[in-house]
């Protein structure tokens, strides 16, 4: 069945640092791949998606790329701020899967000042 | 405009005791989802209503059931709680199911606690 792996966490890192959280996905066909971000007390917000092979989703300064070579969708950021700390998961939609989406572990963010 | 709202946002129960969550969906949406995720896990999916109708179930025991009215708001009823299933329930809304590019607007989650 499909899966998703993602790097365990917490990850610390200083205000303006590089940020990259590793996402690998296991599915049949060319599933869609979306970053979901989980601020304290808050839902599951939509961070960003690619729907096909090369395709870069980017939204707040985040950007991922979907590569269907490596079968990973990494979720990178120049420069991070204390406000991104929240926990990031990697999510797939298969095709026909309707709103069934399959979720990684989640990475936990932490950004310190 | 009102985003996806559930209650309970907080609750405990007993072990062998029942449980009913619910969702509202954002206004002209028509597609739910219900997702469990136990503390420092991914979501997982639950089931999936459109419609009315169930369009899709996870891989959970028959202890869970859920509805959808015709306001499209929806309910997850969990029978005989075990201790397994303390989470925090995620109700996801959509215009409506399918498609790759679709997006789930997910609600805040009812936490819940089985003692």
């Known amino acids: 069945g499909d899966s998703v792996t993602q790097m365990e966490g917490p990850v610390t890192l200083s205000e303006e640092a590089f940020l990259t959280i590793n996402c690998t996905y296991t599915a049949t066909g060319y599933p869609s791949l979306f970053w979901y971000v989980q601020y304290p007390g808050e839902g599951l917000q939509l961070l960003l998606k690619?729907?096909?092979?090369?395709d870069k989703g980017s939204n707040k300064g985040f950007e991922a790329t979907y590569r269907k070579e490596t079968t990973s969708f990494h979720l990178e950021k120049g420069s991070v701020q204390v406000s991104d700390s929240a926990v990031y998961f990697c999510?797939?939609?298969?095709?026909?899967?309707?709103?069934?989406?399959?979720f990684g572990g989640g990475t936990r963010l932490m950004v310190k000042p | 405009d009102a985003g996806v709202t559930q209650s309970p946002t907080h609750l405990i129960k007993t072990r062998g005791q029942q449980v009913t969550l619910r969702c509202s969906p954002i206004s002209g949406h028509k597609s739910v989802s219900w997702y469990q995720q136990v503390l420092g896990q991914g979501p997982q999916f639950i089931f999936q209503?459109?419609?009315?109708?169930?369009?899709g179930r996870g891989n959970f025991p028959d202890r869970f059931s859920a509805r959808q009215f015709p306001n499209y708001s929806s309910e997850l009823n969990v029978n005989a709680l075990l201790l397994g299933d303390s989470a925090l329930y995620l109700c996801?809304?959509?215009?409506?199911?399918?498609?790759?590019?679709?997006?789930?607007?997910f609600g805040e989650g009812s936490r819940l606690t089985v003692l």
């Open positions: 999510a797939l939609k298969g095709l026909g899967a309707g709103n069934m989406l399959t």
């Open positions: 690619a729907t096909k092979a090369d």
């Open positions: 209503y459109y419609e009315k109708e169930e369009r």
């Open positions: 996801a809304s959509s215009l409506a199911p399918g498609g790759n590019t679709g997006e789930l607007f």
